[in-house]
Every structure is written in structure tokens, then in C-alpha cells.
């Protein structure tokens, strides 16, 4: 109480003598225009890291370890940007898992069934035929469900909780309840491992590619507000943007890069193209896992999509304010539409990547990937109220869901234990972004 | 301007009913260019009903709107807006999540040739209208709930200006506003009428808009009691014709003026 007393005479005290003094941490994070929330998020996240680390006796921080959860958090994380959307808008989807149930299993047919006996065996095309079915049907669904909640007026909880029956249900139908495996080789590819992975050098001419894409963004916002002779961030804060996010960028490629090929796999590569067998063994790095590429693609189109397109203006402004959303002339029932509409396309690159993933289609994919996924939207900073969310933070909050995970599947804890925790973190989690937000008002 | 215009708006016999309700019984009420009409009665009276078929937000069952002498066919707020009505409602101005800028052009943002959102030209102009209506406006980057109330109402007339709207809609300005605030609004209402803009004041309380309005029309139970010119009638009077509906002799009445046995 003291600290807080203090701080505040003395930026009081600083008007008058320059802005040399003051809080030099709050001066950093406004001349930044860093999001305090979110950086919050990212302790958090470390904590839980460290911890682990510190509790598996160094298990948790390896690239092996880092790069697999990457590629598991992929399919919550793709779901959760729509999610985010979803939520935003005062409304919910509980058949997020049952249409990623419904149409991984559709492809999976797709690609093991029927495109085969059509095209030939592993033909270049299937996987993209399968995949644009998937997406097709996922938006399909998604459209019936949105049209029945915009336009016949019942809640999208119901409408919802009737889908995740319905499509679950469904998914069994298709097959009678078989699993469908083996995936299709290139299909395959979308699940990650050692061959859905891109290598050292590609990883590295994605990450600088990142970079470039960084700095660009940063000095194209800082031309704009120039032209318009808009406030503007100090110089040296906009330095310390790019270099904080080009760090972050190539550190993960270079993590990334630091977990190599098993060595039953490196050597059955070495011999299919005649490299002598090294002493001390080969080391081919994996690379970013395919997966995790997809996923951040959706998530930067995501963001593009609710931060410059009026669609996306349109679904915080009717999270805000259905009413004043409506009178200023917006189709809000559209617009509700289509939310649902992407949210199905989304579970459809979700169900690719991980019936990719699985190398086979079962009726329980997906079960339980509904409360993930909120959960995952409301640890990154959804409000339930509506009109405020990231699609950067729900992918965040995904994160942490499966770290948490994974780190209890490291410790060996039960899986009903792992339920109860992820049970408790959501329900704190949520707690302290109310305190948050109470102070912050 | 020695003949008299045609009114800017004319609503014709109105009715709309809710349920069964006669929310608003053959009611007509018009408005000429450049003039302030405000429109009287208790909650309940049916104005800002009748208000809201002008503006799109219902649709009528009888009636006929004329803008400028011609049937205007409005459905929604959208068809309102074409026709250059614009509405400033008592409470549900804003979407207080998002800034100032994304609320002046809500619904008809200015986009780049990419079809993206073209924010900084946006909060360009934004900071040029509100400079002009309140120069004190700064907290351009903070979503519409952090503001006080006077601001977010000037955000919300700064929406109606930007437009160019011909016929401006207030239902109850200056109901959230203090004492300062709301001189500001009558300014600016005047500023408005100068410009050949036609207004309706929307009130229950006649003491914020006597002297602002040229004429007052007043309703009780979903009809128009009658309305009257303000040089020729008193508050006084008009106060009997919102509480008892007892027409003056200054005025003209309505369908729901009092019977006189």
C-alpha cells in the first residue's frame, strides 16, 4: 500500500520536472503500448513451465518436449480463435468437438474409402480433395446452425448442445462406429511428426520471413500515423518491439530446430539414401511441425479478419451493444451466420490436423474438445458478458491448457486427477480476470 | 421564402400495436426544414414508439411517411439512413467496447482499396468533427465506456453530423447530462438548425426543450393530444395538455385531445 502511495506523489511530482522521472515500468509499457493482460498471461504460462521443469527434474523445457506440445495445442488452438468470435458475440458453441468429430471422419472416409478406389492408391489429390470436402461440409454445418440461432431465435446454447448430440451421433453413423485408418501419405503430412515437418532450413526462412513481416508492420503503422499526424510511439519503443518479437520468433524456430529425428528413423534414412552412419549419430533437425504452421496462419488470419475487416468491427460492435449494433444498420443476424459458419471451417482444419495427427478417424474424436476449447478462449482474457476477446490470447489460453496437461502426463498423475485441476485453473483462471477488470475500471 | 415549404417530414395517421396494444393510434405529426419540434408526454405516451418507425427500428401497421412530400418506404434503420434520418437514442447510443472512431462509422466504416478497415483515416476524421463539436475530446484510443456522459452523447451527435443528416432524431439528449453538458447540447442544437437541419426533441420533461423547440406536439396514451406553436402557448398550458390532455385555445388538437362535454 505504501509502494502504491508513493509511486503516484511522485509522478505527480514529475509533471512539473520533466518526464525523466516517474514509474519507469508503466512509462515502458505506455510508450510500448504493450498489453499488461497479456503479458500477465505470459507470466503465467512461464510459471507453469518452470514449475514443471523444476518438478519433472528438467523433463518439461526440452525441444523434444516444447515442439510436442506445439503440435498438440495445434487443434485446440485453431478452434479457439473462432471461439473467440463466437463468444464475443454473447453466444456459445458446444459442437465444436462433435463437428470435428463428424467431419475428421468424414475425410477420414474420404481419403481411405472411396477417393482410393476412384483415383488410385496415395494419388496427389486426395488429400486435397479430402481436405476442401472437410471444410465444406464444417462450414456447411456451421451455416445451419447459425441461420437456426439468427434466424429462428433459439439460443445458441441449445442449438449447440443439440449439435454436439447430433453430430456426435452422426460420426458413428457414418461408419457404424468403426475407426478408419490408414490416413492418406500426404493427408498425413498435416498431423506433424517427423515427416510433417518443414527442417532446419525452411524453419529459418519462416522465422526471418516473420521477422521481415514485423519490422514491415511496425514501420507501416508508424508512416500512417505520421500522415495523419497521429501521437506516436517513442523511437527506442518501437525498436524494442521488433527486437522483443523477432527474439521471440527466431528462438522458437531455433528450439524448434534443436529436437532432431529418432534415431530409428534417421538411420532407415540414412541407409534408403547412402549416408554413412556418423559416429555419435545422425542429427536432422524437425523443424516447425506443419500443424503448428497451420495453426499460426489461423490464427494471423483470424486476427486480420476481426481487427481490419468491418465483419470483424461488426462482431465486437454486437458484442458490446446488440441494440445500438442493429440501429446503427448492421444485418447482426449475418453476421451471426457466417460466425458460425467460419467456426465450422475451423473445426475442419482442427479435425484434419488431428485425425492427420491420430493416422485414423474414430466416433470419439474430438469428445470433450468443446470445453477445451472455451475454456482455452475464456483463460485468454473472452469475456462470457461479450464484446471483448483476442484471438492471440484465446491461442495463448490453449496453450496453457495443454501445458498443464502435458506437464501432469509427465509427472504421471491419473487422468481423472488431470481433470480436476484443468477444472480448478479454468475456474481460478476466470476469477482473476474479474479482480482484473475490476481494477482496471 | 414567402411561400411555405413542403414539410421535410410528414407522418401520416401512424399506428403500430404491440400484443394488442395500441402503443400509437392514428397519430401525425410533421416537421419543417430548419425548425426544432419536440415531442412531449409521459413514459408510456407512445413518442419514442412513433419516433422509432421514423427511424427504422419498427415497423408500422397503418400510416403513410412522407419525406419531402414523398412516400418513404422505411423498413429498417438502413432504409432511414438512405433517406439522411439520423437517431440519437436516450441509452443505447454506443457500443462502449470499442473507441470513438469505430462508433462514428459504425455500420458504414471507410475502407481501403483492399477492403480492409482504413482506422486512421477514420479516427482522421473523427478528430476533426469532434475538435469542431467538443474541443476538450481527447481519449480518442479508450473504448466509449471509459467516457463520461456528456462525452459519449457528443460521440453519438458527432455520428448523426458526420453524415450530413437532414433530419435529426434526439430522444431525450440531455437525460444523462449535467447542467454545463447540457447547454452544450442546446448550442449545438441551434448550430444544427442554422444549417436547414429539421430536428425532433424527444422529452418528458418540458422544461429541457420549451425553449429550445418552434413547436411542440404532445401525446398521451398512444394519440396526439394536439400541438401548438411555443409563442403561442405557455409551459403551463402544455403541462395540462401532457398530465389532463386539455387542449388551449393557442393550439390545435388531436385525435386524443380531451372531450368537452
Redesign the interface.
Known sequence: MADTMQTTTKSTTSVGTGQAEGNLLSRFFRATEIDTRMLGMIGALLIIWVGFHILTGGLFLTPRNLWNLSVQTASVAVMATGMVLVIVTRNIDLSVGSILGFTGMIMGVLQARLLPEMLGFNHPAIWLITLCAGLLIGGLIGTLHGAIIAFLSVPSFIVTLGGLLVWRGATWFVTSGQTVAPMDANFRLMGGGTEGSIGATWSWIVGILACLAIVAAIINARRQRKRFHFPRRPVWAEYVLVALGCAIVLGAVWIANQYYWPVNIARRYAEANNIAWPEGGLFISQGIAVPVLMAIAVGIVMTFIATRLRFGRYVFAIGGNPEAAELAGIKTRWVTVKIFALMGVLCAIAAAISTARLNAATNAQGELDELYTIAAAVIGGTSLAGGMGSIAGAMLGALVMQSLQSGMVLLGIDTPFQRIVVGMVLVVAVWLDTVYRAKAK | MTEPTNPLVEMKNISISFGGIHAVENASVDLFPGEVVALLGHNGAGKSTLIKIL?G?YKRDAGDILINGEQADIR???DA?KFGIE?I?QT???????DAA?NLY????L?TKW???DD??M??NTREVMGRLNPNFKRFKEPVKALSGGQRQSVAIARAILFDARILIMDEPTAALGPQETAQVGDLIKQLKREGIGIFLISHDIHDVFDLADRVFVMKNGKVVGHARTEDVTKDEVLGMIILGKVPPGATPGPGAMKVA
Open positions: 427511424s427500428a429498417n434503420p438502413r439512413k437517431t437514442y443505447l447510443a454506443v457500443a462502449d467496447n470499442v469505430a459504425l455500420g458504414r466504416e475502407q477492403g480492409t478497415l486512421v483515416a479516427e482522421a
